[in-house]
């Protein structure tokens, strides 16, 4: 019986060395090359309007970086003289997942760096893996304040300014052309970023117009669920005019389509702060006088703008796939710049091909060229980006046949977002000092 | 009143296509003695088919008073063609087994047609709105309803009359009701128990397709919607009784009230109040509310 | 009831396991790989509970329950009270599980067949329904959960992996001794005549309460280290109902014949859904759908059967 025992484990040993060399030998590097893990939502309700549109827009930038062709100031060719490797992956599927994903990424297939992700849940999960992996990684959508409020991050960097800018902004704008409406509500979804964009709505709200009253049942649906009958029974019942939402992906353009069949848009005042690719997607259906927001100078509101790069990318994008490029193509193409800035600044700096904690230093506080403006990564100890936020009305354009928006504002980053160091809540709570609006 | 008159418009709305669904889930319980998880692929299935259907009556700008031939056509389809591929090649084979796996093998089945549903309808959301959108929406105690979703509360009660006048008055009716109550007698009176085992599965899976499919108007369709609607409709079947129809009735009315209610009064226990009371009913009524009458068998 | 637990044959074959893959750990395995065996042994202890009662004819569509709130419960002792000792995680886990199964037990004895797994099931997605819309837990974002330690020092994944097999080794062997015991070989008793068990004077409701609080326990460890191993924890991959039909076809798969069974099948489950993920991933789900029929129809005794035959193992030996 011992000898028999101890001729299985002998084969059971022998089996698991021999297949584990033959998957270690797999694993070898070569440096001319970086290898990148490129996450958005490839699969599921965020995936046509979102994940997608994203993906694009990095291969857009990739290739072109790759190929020495984007214009100035990323004409040189290459990522510190490498050719970027995406490896685009689906973030569908919930935050552990994506954790056991990331460790994959990682551990197996050996990435220089991880750049995407698009859904806050998924970015709260990431960054303290990203920590403790000491992996460089780029969150180029995700908007939840908490990611750097609860605690700074040695590896995370985010090149998108968070949601208290877009709550603030759509406050302000409310206020601004709505001043009579006292009353408001929201329907937000359930996670960290449709919780935190009302919050910041709310308290903003609150500062610029104190005698606001929000609703006592804002709605709070969970993420995706597509169904919102009831929902739009209890907002129209509520006497509130303005209904704020933070609503992105697939859900908004339920959201709408199931609204609009009900008249709601007649009766509400409907602020979308990142709903602009339900107008993309449903074109002329899309309601006009929706108060729409892209959380940055970007898709729909960037339409018009004449800075070369911006036209560039336009004109790419619609060669490339027939369409015009979103919120997201644009959020994520802006993270692959920000990683060449990086890497040509570390590569300089250091006289040949930089570390990863090279590219980390180089990376902190930067101020790179972006589309429409320039960004700084000006807060989150050097981390986090902040940049403009816009809103405007929706106007579908009869003559061009596209989507467009009128009375457009545009709100700079020292009009909605704190000043370094100071804690989002804190400074609202204060009434806002130092704010520079026009 | 408003406050009422809307959760009660709501809920019922809500319990409308849950009855549908959930009707050929307690029918196949009833006379099989199976759960099925894979109803939910009815009902996937049934919404894909139809949203296709719409998008295709749109985009070639057909006449719209296609719309309702199309969707009741997708469910028959569906249910037709879906079980009986899953009755004839999965179910029969294991009818004298374990009714775990007979569970597990109906949930393997579920799987495999949720993943076909991404292979053969792509991942991006279907929102076939168009008929919703035709039929309007009317003032309902200083409330927009949208008219579409009155419908629903109007098939719901065809179908419930529908099904009560067939299993009462018809002949089939009657075979059916025999077989619910003991198969071994049915078997041994020379009832072709095979052929209402078929029929029936069909009949159930037509009425979870006919519920997805009438639905897919007011809704997000994409990958993974019916998940939440068949741990739901399960639900539904045990508060009501497992194989009562009537059952089925009172235990939509139920979740469906519950949880517009909830919706509208306290969101954070839209989910666990419907459970909650599922845990409640198996813990006093473990056969439902409505359950046949079952002899003990030594 | 643990005398002469060292002498049974598949204790000793799975020390022998746990060791092997402790020294390949330690030299061989590329860390991808080890997250993998983590996952898998940590699941196995979920599995291990769940075939205790299939072996007594029960079958819990809710186990899930006792997974996500084993996790959860070591979360929330991180975020509310500071700690991050292992083995205080794996303590806390099994028993507040433990208590809950304890408290539901009382319940769920009662009910056989059908109405045992829907009840289970209600029970679950209670959980869920409560963990999916509460802010303070995360809502559907759910909880991160720090690396651990152990006795105040940072513990290394390598020695996380260590404990993860003692932990495992300590459960089968604990499992092993009771079916041996008179109150396990009751299990096979009561999946035949429960009647007759209770004309032998042994309360058949006791006894599948005493196995339905081990299953608990082992599920709710089972979750607390998939917790410290992750890094995370979210209602949607630990109490959602679909991750009970995972559990539960995880054990079909697995089979029942023997304690080492559950973390053969939990570790290639772990391996399969890798490579699936990098290869196929639309496919996933039809893969364990069409995997779970196979089983079903093909060899409904489980992996264990087939590893059975391989080894011409245990063939004169009745079910251990």
């Known amino acids: ?438 | 009143m408003q406050f009422w008159a809307t959760v009660l418009l709501d809920g019922l709305t809500y319990a409308s296509y849950l009855f549908i669904v959930s009707l050929g889930l307690t029918i196949i319980f009833g006379v099989m003695k199976i759960l099925n998880v894979a109803h939910g692929s009815f009902y996937a299935w049934g919404a894909y088919t139809a949203a296709f259907a719409i998008g295709f009556i749109t985009d070639n700008d057909l006449s719209e008073a296609l719309f309702l031939p199309a969707i009741l056509i997708s469910a028959i389809l569906v249910g037709v063609v879906l079980g009986y591929i899953i009755e004839r090649f999965i179910l029969r084979k294991m009818y004298n087994q374990d009714i775990h796996l007979i569970v597990l093998a109906t949930f393997g089945v579920f799987l495999i047609f949720e993943d076909l549903i991404i292979i053969t309808f792509g991942v991006d959301p279907y929102l076939p709105y168009q008929p919703a959108m035709m039929l309007g929406w009317i003032d309902i105690v200083g409330l927009n309803r949208g008219v579409y979703q009155l419908t629903l509360i109007l098939l719901a009660s065809i179908v419930a009359f529908v099904c009560w006048y067939g299993l009462t008055k018809t002949k089939w009716g009657k075979l059916l009701q025999s077989v619910i109550y003991d198969r071994e007698i049915s078997v041994a009176m020379g009832i072709d128990v095979t052929k209402v085992y078929v029929v029936t599965f069909i009949g159930g899976a037509i009425l979870g397709a006919l519920g997805g499919a009438y639905v897919a108007p007011t809704t997000s369709v994409s990958p993974g919607f019916a998940i939440d609607l068949v741990v739901l409709s399960f639900a539904v079947v045990v508060i009501g009784g497992m194989g009562s129809i009537p059952g089925a009735l009172i235990g939509s009315l139920i979740v469906g009230i519950l949880r517009a209610f909830a919706v509208h009064q306290a969101p954070i226990l839209e989910l666990f109040v419907v459970f909650a009371v599922m845990a409640i009913v198996l813990i006093i009524r473990p056969e439902g509310l409505f359950a046949p009458p079952k002899p003990r068998k030594i | 009831m643990f005398t002469g637990i060292f002498k049974d044959t598949s204790v000793r074959i799975l020390i022998t396991f746990m060791i092997v893959l402790c020294i390949l750990s330690s030299f061989v395995l590329p860390d991808w790989m080890q997250n993998n065996f983590m996952y898998g042994l940590s699941r196995g202890l979920a599995i291990l509970g769940l075939m205790l009662l299939w072996r007594t004819n029960l079958v819990s569509f809710g186990h899930a329950l006792y997974y996500g709130f084993g996790a959860y419960a070591v979360a929330l002792c991180q975020k509310y009270f500071g700690i991050t000792d292992i083995l205080l995680r794996f303590a806390i886990a099994v028993i507040a599980a433990g208590i809950l199964g304890f408290c539901l037990g009382f319940i769920l004895r009662k009910y056989r067949e059908i109405f045992f797994a829907m009840l289970s099931l209600a029970f679950s997605m209670v959980l869920y329904g409560l963990l999916a819309k509460a802010e303070f837990l995360g809502s559907t974002d759910g909880m991160s959960i720090s690396p651990s330690t152990l006795f105040g020092m940072e513990l290394t994944r390598q020695y996380l992996f260590y404990l993860i097999t003692f932990f495992v080794i300590c459960a089968a062997i604990s499992i092993q001794a009771y079916l041996r015991s008179t109150l396990g070989h009751l299990t096979t008793a009561i999946q035949d005549n429960e009647i007759r068990v209770e004309y032998l004077g042994y309360s058949v409701q006791k006894a599948i309460h005493i196995k339905y609080v081990m299953s608990a326990c082992l599920a709710g460890g089972a979750g607390g280290l998939m917790a410290a191993s992750l890094g995370q924890v979210d209602p949607d991959s630990m109490v959602n109902w679909n991750v009970s039909g995972e559990l539960v076809f995880i054990t079909i798969m697995s089979g029942w014949g023997n304690i080492l069974a559950p973390f053969i099948g939990a570790i290639i489950f772990e391996f399969i859904r890798t490579y699936a993920f990098e290869w196929a991933p639309q496919a996933w789900a039809a893969i364990v759908g069409g995997t779970l029929l196979t089983i079903i129809f093909f060899f409904p005794g489980g992996i264990w059967s087939v590893i059975e035959k391989v080894f011409n193992y245990g063939k004169k030996k009745d079910v251990k």
């Not at chain 1, 991050?153 to 206020?175: C, E, M, P």
């Not at chain 1, 009900?262 to 997607?281: L, Y």
């Not at chain 1, 309601?287 to 509101?301: A, E, F, K, S, Y």
Request: charged content about 20%; some cysteine; glycine content about 10%.
């Open chain 1, 1 to 438: 019986m011992k000898k028999k025992i101890f001729n299985k484990t002998a084969k059971l040993a022998s089996a698991s060395m021999i297949v584990a060399s033959c998957l270690l030998a797999g694993s070898a590097l070569a440096k001319d090359t970086v290898k990148v893990g490129v996450v958005s939502f490839l699969t599921g309700p965020a995936a046509g309007v979102f994940g997608v549109p994203a993906k694009q827009g990095a291969q857009i930038v990739i290739d072109a970086i790759n190929n020495g062709t984007m214009p100035a100031p990323y004409n040189t060719q290459g990522f510190a003289g490498a050719k970027m490797n995406p490896v685009f992956s689906d973030e569908s599927g919930g935050g552990t997942k994506q954790v056991g994903l990331f460790r994959d990424f990682v551990e197996k297939q050996k990435v220089d760096a991880m750049i995407g992700y698009i859904s806050s849940g998924n970015c709260m999960a990431i960054g303290p893996i990203a920590d403790e992996l000491k992996m460089l990684t780029i969150f180029s959508t995700c908007g939840t304040p908490r990611l750097y409020e609860e605690k700074l991050r040695s590896h995370v960097f985010r090149t998108q300014a968070n949601a208290v800018g877009d709550s603030l902004a759509a406050a302000r704008y409310i206020v601004d052309m709505y001043p009579n409406e006292k009353n408001y509500t929201g329907i937000n979804q359930n996670y960290a970023w449709g919780q935190d964009s009302y919050k910041f709505f709310e308290l903003g709200m609150k500062q610029m117009s104190p005698d606001s009253k929000g609703s006592d049942k804002p709605q709070f649906p969970k993420l995706f669920v597509g169904q919102y009958g009831t929902e739009i029974s209890a907002l129209s019942l509520d006497k509130a005019k303005v209904v704020h939402s933070s609503f992105w992906n697939g859900d908004i353009e339920a959201f709408t389509l199931q609204a609009m069949v009900r008249g709601f848009f007649q009766k509400k005042i409907f602020v979308s702060s990142v709903g602009g690719s339900a107008v993309d997607a449903l074109d002329k259906k899309f309601p006009d006088g929706i108060v729409m927001g892209t959380r940055g100078n970007v898709g729909l509101l960037a339409r018009d703008n004449k800075d070369p790069l911006n036209m560039w990318f336009i004109s790419e994008y619609k060669k490339r796939f027939n369409a015009l490029p979103l919120g997201p193509s644009y959020q994520y193409a802006r993270s692959i710049l920000a990683y060449k800035f990086a890497m040509d600044k570390a590569m300089k700096k250091a006289g040949k091909f930089p570390t990863q904690d090279q590219v980390i230093a180089a990376m902190k506080n930067i101020k790179f060229k972006s589309f429409t403006e320039t960004i700084s990564m000006a807060r989150g100890g050097g981390h986090q980006a902040v940049h403009s936020v816009g809103y405007g009305l929706t106007k579908y354009n009869k003559k061009g046949k596209t989507p467009g928006a009128e009375k457009v504002k545009m709100y700079g980053p020292e009009c909605i977002y704190p000043p370094a160091g100071t804690k989002s809540e804190d400074w609202i709570n204060a009434g806002m000092p130092g704010a520079k609006c026009k």
